[in-house]
């Protein structure tokens, strides 16, 4: 009885129709699990990525809804056995990272330094692109605002060369931190930069420059002590006119 038993299991088991009804079972099984307890998968499938750091160029609220997509894409794909648009949402996933990675790694790789008060230092190193450069003026006009400053070095020492696109955006990245209020101090030009600046129709004799960063430096502090100097005469003054 027991060797019969055995061998009409084994039957069941090897027959093909019964392993896909049975497998077809479970995963209708496995798809009501996931859609019955979705809220609760969710979150917990996104705390594990969070504490993973699996995804550390996004936020966790990023986080939290692409494994919301994640998880309802899945479970459509295995419900429906089609996972053409899983895939394709999975392609969609990785480039929105990778442009993010790139993002992170251009906003440490321009890092606006502030070396004393009211003064700001912006070493540029590396290759500009169009992208980059909007990128440095961004982060250059916040930091004017955030700190008030009236005075910046652009260090471009660093940088070989730069196309007459990148070489206007400069231009214009001098242009609107003067128009916060920050003179633009412009140090390590090579010739072949300041070539495109002069064929772009740029005056360089309007354009504040410096040979390299530690003139740059000087010159600055000589800019914001002639700014102070009216200040202090003023206060100095104030109390005699008013005897």
């Given amino acids: 009885m027991d060797t019969k038993k055995s061998m009409s299991v084994s039957t069941r088991t090897s027959d093909p129709q019964a392993l896909s009804e049975s497998s077809a079972g479970l995963l209708r099984e496995l798809v009501a699990h996931l859609r019955q307890n979705r809220t609760q998968l969710r979150e917990e499938w996104a705390r594990r990525i969070t504490r993973a750091e699996l995804l550390t160029a996004m936020t966790e609220e990023e986080i939290f809804a692409e494994a919301t997509a994640v998880y309802d894409n899945y479970v459509e794909a295995l419900e429906t056995g089609t996972f053409e648009a899983l895939q394709a949402y999975s392609r969609r996933l990785r480039e929105r990272i ?4 790139q993002e992170a790694i251009r906003e ?136």
């Fill in 98 to 101: 990778i442009r993010q990675q």
């Fill in 108 to 243: 440490l790789s321009t890092p606006v330094l502030q070396v004393r008060e009211r003064l700001l230092i912006l070493p540029i190193i590396g290759v500009i692109d169009p992208q980059r450069a909007r990128q440095l003026t961004e982060q250059l006009l916040r930091a004017i605002r955030a700190n008030r400053a009236k005075v910046v070095v652009i260090d471009v020492t660093g940088v070989a060369a730069m196309d007459s696109g990148v070489a206007n955006h400069l231009v214009q990245t001098v242009e609107a931190s003067r128009l916060l209020g920050a003179t633009v101090i412009v140090t390590g030009l090579s010739p072949e930069i300041a070539q495109t600046l002069v064929t772009i129709g740029v005056d360089l004799s309007e354009m504040a420059t410096v040979g390299d960063l530690q003139g740059g430096i000087e010159e600055a502090e000589r800019l914001l002590a002639d700014r102070a100097a009216p200040t202090t005469q003023v206060r100095e003054i104030a109390p005699e006119s008013q005897r």
